[in-house]
């Protein structure tokens, strides 16, 4: 069966993807799974200088998935290139390099220095604080996310992704990316939420509040990619709760060109390959041969 998928001159074996920070490094993954069976490994979030990441508890789990607050560990670029990237480039698919900085500066100096790595793109994360703006998140200021990619195409010719996150003046931050040049959209990252440990009478993670991952944000972020499609017509990577070969396809069906798995491997590290699995028999449920056919059947319906 056909499952590839072409996005902006790359052509990925099928649509599943691992989405950033969800498992490691590949080092214990690989026990479960041949990463080389899947389209692509998103890697996790990368900085210029190695970060430590929040105080613990970083996890807390609600009744369909996940609140994290892990703070972005990461060892930096440097240490990132001649150790961790390595081994992840062995694997025969695409890797994409998901990046963050506070300053726009900080992302250029990270983008500088993988640029010359075999690596098939960068994913940049928007979601962090921008500390000139006093915090306020890259991904939720169309202003300074575009400049934040104008410069970038300066020096950075490659495959260029922009993972959005899910609230702000999303359609807004997504439009402007494009102008900017970014070949494609990440919908989305984890909602802002918080849990509560009444115990012990405080919030139950280290840092405060965190982002909400897994199952129950899948109709929300479903919604969300439908939305961008629906304006924009551009490339997107659906990354909400997918846990199944049905789930891939219905975002596919929004206007999802690929997915990214993210909880559903920490779950359990078995489940990128059952979903990729599942494809094939759910299109084969479908009457489908090719996954292709099914690509923004939405706006083909007659809703
Ligand atoms: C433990 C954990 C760590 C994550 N780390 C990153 C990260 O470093 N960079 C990033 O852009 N997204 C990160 N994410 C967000 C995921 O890549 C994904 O966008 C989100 O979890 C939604 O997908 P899911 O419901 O399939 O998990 C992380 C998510 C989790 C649960």
């Known amino acids: 069966m056909d499952l590839t998928v072409k996005i902006a001159?790359?052509?990925?074996?099928?649509?599943?993807?691992?989405?950033?920070?969800?498992?490691?490094?590949?080092?214990?993954?690989?026990?479960?799974?041949?990463?080389?069976?899947?389209?692509?490994?998103?890697?996790?979030?990368?900085?210029?200088?190695?970060?430590?990441?929040?105080?613990?508890?970083?996890?807390?789990?609600?009744?369909?998935?996940?609140?994290?607050?892990?703070?972005?560990?990461?060892?930096?670029?440097?240490?990132?290139?001649?150790?961790v990237l390595p081994p992840i480039l062995a694997w025969k698919t695409h890797v994409l390099v998901n990046i963050f900085g506070e300053t726009i500066d900080e992302f250029l100096a990270v983008a500088e220095a993988l640029k010359d790595e075999p690596i098939s793109g960068l994913e940049l994360n928007v979601s962090c604080p921008n500390v000139a703006k006093g915090g306020l998140a890259f991904g939720h200021d169309p202003a300074t996310v575009k400049a934040l990619v104008e410069?970038?195409?300066?020096?950075?010719?490659?495959?260029?992704?922009?993972?959005?996150?899910?609230?702000?003046?999303?359609?807004?931050?997504?439009?402007?990316?494009?102008?900017?040049?970014?070949?494609?959209?990440?919908?989305?990252?984890?909602?802002?939420?918080?849990?509560?440990?009444?115990?012990?009478?405080?919030l139950a993670l280290g840092r405060g509040t965190g982002g909400l991952s897994g199952p129950a944000i899948k109709p929300l972020t479903l919604k969300l990619v439908y939305d961008l499609y629906r304006e924009l017509k551009a490339p997107i990577f659906g990354c909400g709760g997918i846990t199944s070969g049905r789930d891939v396809l219905e975002y596919i069906f929004c206007g999802a060109k690929a997915v990214q798995v993210g909880t559903a491997t920490l779950l359990d590290p078995e489940n990128p390959g059952k979903i990729l699995a599942e494809i094939e028999q759910e299109l084969e449920k479908l009457g489908e041969t090719r996954l292709e056919n099914l690509f923004a059947g939405l706006f083909k319906s007659k809703h």
């Open 151 to 202: 410069e970038l195409r300066k020096t950075y010719p490659g495959f260029l992704v922009v993972k959005l996150p899910p609230v702000g003046p999303v359609l807004e931050v997504a439009r402007t990316v494009l102008e900017a040049g970014a070949d494609a959209l990440t919908v989305a990252n984890t909602y802002p939420a918080l849990a509560v440990d009444l115990t012990n009478r405080r």
């Open 9 to 83: 001159g790359l052509t990925f074996k099928n649509p599943v993807l691992l989405a950033s920070g969800t498992w490691g490094f590949g080092e214990k993954l690989k026990n479960y799974l041949d990463l080389s069976s899947l389209g692509g490994l998103v890697t996790k979030g990368i900085s210029l200088k190695p970060r430590e990441g929040n105080p613990p508890p970083r996890i807390a789990e609600t009744p369909c998935g996940l609140i994290n607050a892990i703070g972005l560990e990461n060892p930096g670029v440097e240490i990132f290139k001649k150790h």
